[in-house]
T-cell receptor
Framework: DAGVIQSPRHEVTEMGQEVTLRCKPISGHDYLFWYRQTMMRGLELLIYFNNNVPIDDSGMPEDRFSAKMPNASFSTLKIQPSEPRDSAVYFC???????????FGSGTRLTVV | AQSVTQLGSHVSVSEGALVLLRCNYS??????LFWYVQYPNQGLQLLLK??????LVKGINGFEAEFKKSETSFHLTKPSAHMSDAAEYFC????????????FGKGTKLTVNP
């Protein structure tokens, strides 16, 4: 298995632009998670899905952020409009039901200038 | 709600010395506990986990951790540090039978000196 695949690896965009981050989970995993990592706040859970349905989006910082999972093999995290404070590394992870643990992707480093 | 505290954001050891990374948790239900490692510019990799049963768990790369319920701790150890162990380490907790969310600590950056 290729693991959790995220794209792009790096994204540099101007403030106000729309940004879309993509994730392909491991086949057969029925949970998908989006995390954001910054020096100041560490790892923050933004949202997670079970069988493509959003279960908990309480970590989504504001309405500028949205996430979808149209099928079991694809998810997107969209920021519109982007702001410099959104600069971070965004991780996608997938899992079977706990306690199996998560498998993380390599992350997308987002820089908003 | 669960929470995790990792004592020491930076730990420095000499090559061959004992590695001890501290993790304390709070949970209102029996916890699942995890340690992850993150190398520069990579995602997090699972090192080891405690679910139920034996309280001393062994993971990859010679690491182990012991679940101590009375101390609400899950410290990570390795008898002899190697240069390749230099990375950031994250402790995480989740409650059994509840949410699938893992709550992560702030991380401890391990430096190994030659």
């Amino acid at each position: 298995d290729a693991g959790v695949i995220q794209s792009p690896r790096h994204e540099v965009t101007e403030m106000g632009q729309e940004v879309t981050l993509r994730c392909k989970p491991i086949s057969g995993h029925d949970y998908l998670f989006w995390y954001r990592q910054t020096m100041m706040r560490g790892l923050e859970l933004l949202i997670y899905f079970n069988n493509n349905v959003p279960i908990d989006d309480s970590g989504m910082p504001e309405d500028r952020f949205s996430a979808k999972m149209p099928n079991a093999s694809f998810s997107t995290l969209k920021i519109q409009p982007s702001e410099p404070r959104d600069s971070a590394v965004y991780f996608c992870a997938s899992s079977y039901r706990l306690p199996s643990g998560y498998t993380f992707g390599s992350g997308t480093r987002l820089t908003v200038v | 709600a669960q929470s995790v505290t990792q004592l020491g954001s930076h730990v420095s050891v000499s090559e061959g010395a004992l590695v001890l990374l501290r993790c304390n948790y709070s949970s209102s239900v029996p916890p699942y506990l995890f340690w992850y490692v993150q190398y520069p510019n990579q995602g997090l990799q699972l090192l080891l986990k405690y679910t139920t049963g034996a309280t001393l768990v062994k993971g990859i790369n010679g690491f182990e951790a012991e679940f101590k319920k009375s101390e609400t701790s899950f410290h990570l150890t390795k008898p002899s540090a190697h240069m390749s162990d230099a990375a950031e380490y994250f402790c995480a907790v989740s409650g059994q039978g509840g949410s699938e969310k893992l709550v992560f600590g702030k991380g401890t950056k391990l430096t190994v000196n030659p």
